[in-house]
């Protein structure tokens, strides 16, 4: 290869990248999700409804092609619940921060771009996998003091985990695995922005997110292990019915069946190009 020929190919590269790197941006989107996260568990008798609260998060999405895309998401919200109707002197309720990071990919029904208006929304479903978070706590009136606290369950122990109450149960970790999963519905304004609202479920492996599991320990022996408060938090029922506490071995929660949660959301994306188009404008301008 003569010298000359090397340099016409080197040149033609250069002046070509500005228009691979456009193409690469126009595939490329960043925004955010504002909507409910819902609990479903021990503590609001396994609906799949539960009792939405705030949350909201950011993304990043890879589109492939028309069909297929790549999503990474960070999400943050609460979740909650108790009282159930059909246990109601069992008296436990709960509050959790959940912080999710998930990776996951997205099938559109129609082929959806961006750039083509022949098909300007899609429904699609996505799938992936996550690494979540949370934190169960409690509020709890001290009846000498009549001071209102919120307490961290995990430490507490309330089914006697890591004590000799319960040697089989041990302490849970706050930290778990999820598999995000679900449906949703995609819109594009215009050839830089999207919207979309999804509905999507959280598969755990935990049966912790409410700190409610399995059955009571004996209350008087775990007031030793965690004090008056732990022992107060593991067996609220006198809180209802003065005097009453639920002997060892009743039970307390559900262990077959893990918690779960849900995230339901709109979300505005806008493409890298609408981003950062102006950089490859203003080069290609300086030459």
């Not at 706590?137 to 507490?156: C, G, I």
């Not at 912790?208 to 008087?220: A, E």
């Not at 979300?267 to 300086?286: E, I, T």
Request: with cysteine; charged share 20%.
């Amino acid at each position: 290869m003569t010298l000359r020929r090397l340099l016409l190919l080197i040149s033609s590269w250069l002046l070509s990248l500005p228009l691979v790197a456009q193409g690469w941006m126009g595939r490329n989107e960043v925004g955010f999700t504002l909507g409910g996260m819902n609990y479903i568990g021990d503590l609001n008798n396994q609906s799949m409804l539960g009792k939405p609260s705030l949350a909201m998060g950011g993304f990043y999405r890879l589109n492939f092609d028309e069909r297929w895309s790549l999503r990474l998401d960070v999400d943050y919200g609460h979740v909650e619940g108790g009282n159930p109707d059909y246990i109601e002197r069992r008296n436990l309720s709960f509050r959790s921060y959940i912080f999710e990071g998930s990776m996951r990919v997205e099938f559109n029904f129609f082929p959806f771009s961006m750039r083509d208006d022949h098909f300007f929304w899609t429904p699609y479903l996505f799938g992936g996998v996550g690494f979540f978070a949370f934190n169960p706590k409690a509020r709890y009136t001290d009846p000498l003091t009549q001071e209102t606290q919120w307490y961290d369950l995990q430490p507490l122990t309330t089914e006697g985990q890591g004590t000799a109450l319960a040697p089989d149960r041990e302490v849970y970790t706050l930290k778990q695995l999820s598999m995000p999963f679900g449906v949703g519905v995609k819109y594009h304004p215009s050839k830089h922005f999207t919207l979309s609202a999804e509905y999507g479920f959280r598969k755990t492996w935990t049966d912790y997110i409410d700190d409610v599991s399995t059955t009571y320990v004996d209350n008087r022996l775990l007031e030793q292990y965690v004090g008056t408060v732990g022992a107060a938090l593991a067996d609220r029922s006198g809180e209802v019915e003065p005097g009453y506490v639920n002997a060892a071995g009743i039970k307390r929660g559900d262990d077959s069946l893990d918690d779960w949660f849900a995230y339901f959301n709109i979300s505005a994306s806008v493409s890298f190009d609408f981003l950062f188009g102006w950089m490859l404008k203003k080069r290609c301008d300086n030459k």
